[in-house]
């Protein structure tokens, strides 16, 4: 009984010792971290997936249908390098964000998009959105009069309207054509997936084997109800008010073989923006963020400085 009783005192006081030599090792050790936050809460049970890397001017990047933050991989390590800090937002339902129900579209984009600005308290940055987030991030800059930024980068954007309308003849999409994809997305994804990818490069060598692979594992983690909703958003969105709004300095790097987001698009969006600047990318489709990156990085940190 006294063995036992002197085993379990023995015991406790080294596990005593032990959780007081850690606590005082951690409490005297640099932080490795920068403290950021990976996961911010927009609203209640919604926390979204960020990606906050680097130091100096901030450039906040927004991801398009149906990819996340994940996307720019090869954007992060050239802004870094160059000494500037990049915040990727993954959009709700998309990525590693969570997936609530609820509404899919640019306003909630774009509220949310203040909410994590506002907790970051960047201000001067450049935002940057691609395909459905360069949409998303005009009409942020139109809603909020371009609260915590100073500039705009459009990447193959889908504005200032994705599907074609009487008084609006340009692109590919007809809004019967995303009823479409909605159906296939609810009855057979990856079909979906496997269209787009045929399409998403300007030619089958632009974009590697490995580079759509990686894209495909990327796209996976989206929510097919968010894909859908954020459909109905492409489909029926006009931007065209929001374009008039802008008065910021305004990069439109385009793909000429775009065949998602016709160059159409990038010329009427220049025409509408008047303080805009449209880089054309003659050997890219959609997928110009890789297709052409050195161009593409070049282009941005240009704008950027």
């Keep these: 009984m006294k063995t036992n009783l002197k085993t379990i005192v023995t015991t406790s006081f080294a596990i ?47 991801h398009g249908w149906p990819l996340s933050d994940a996307m720019y991989e090869y954007q992060y390590a050239a802004l870094i390098e160059k000494g500037y800090r990049v915040i990727g937002i993954t959009l709700r339902g998309f990525g590693l964000s969570d997936k609530p129900a609820g509404a899919y579209n640019y306003d909630v984009y774009a509220d949310d998009i203040k909410v994590i600005l506002d907790k970051l308290k960047v201000e001067n940055a450049t935002i940057g959105g691609f395909s459905m987030g360069g949409a998303t991030v005009i009409h942020y800059v139109a809603k909020y009069n371009a609260a915590h930024v100073s500039k705009l980068a459009l990447f193959g954007a889908a504005a200032p309207l994705w599907t074609k309308r009487a008084d609006f003849n340009y692109g590919f999409w007809t809004k019967e054509d995303v009823n479409g994809l909605i159906a296939l997305n609810n009855t057979n994804r990856p079909q979906l997936f496997e269209n787009f990818g045929k399409i998403f490069p300007a030619n089958e060598t632009s974009v590697s084997a490995g580079q759509g692979a990686w894209l495909g594992t990327i796209q996976a983690q989206a929510s097919p109800y968010a894909m859908a909703e954020s459909m109905k958003a492409l489909r029926d969105t006009d931007l065209r008010e929001d374009l008039k709004k802008i008065k910021i300095p305004t990069l439109i790097l385009h793909g000429t073989q775009d065949k998602i987001c016709s160059y159409e698009l990038a010329e009427q969006m220049h025409k509408a923006i008047g303080n805009s600047t449209l880089v054309p990318f003659e050997k890219s489709g959609h997928a110009l963020f890789i297709e052409e990156l050195p161009k593409f990085n070049a282009e941005l940190i240009k704008f950027i400085k």
């Design 16 to 62: 005593f010792l032990l959780a007081v030599s850690t606590a005082f090792s951690q409490s005297q050790r640099k932080p490795a971290s920068f403290g950021r936050e990976e996961y911010i809460e927009v609203e209640k049970n919604v926390k979204l997936h960020v990606t906050d890397l680097g130091e100096g001017k901030p450039v906040v990047l927004i």
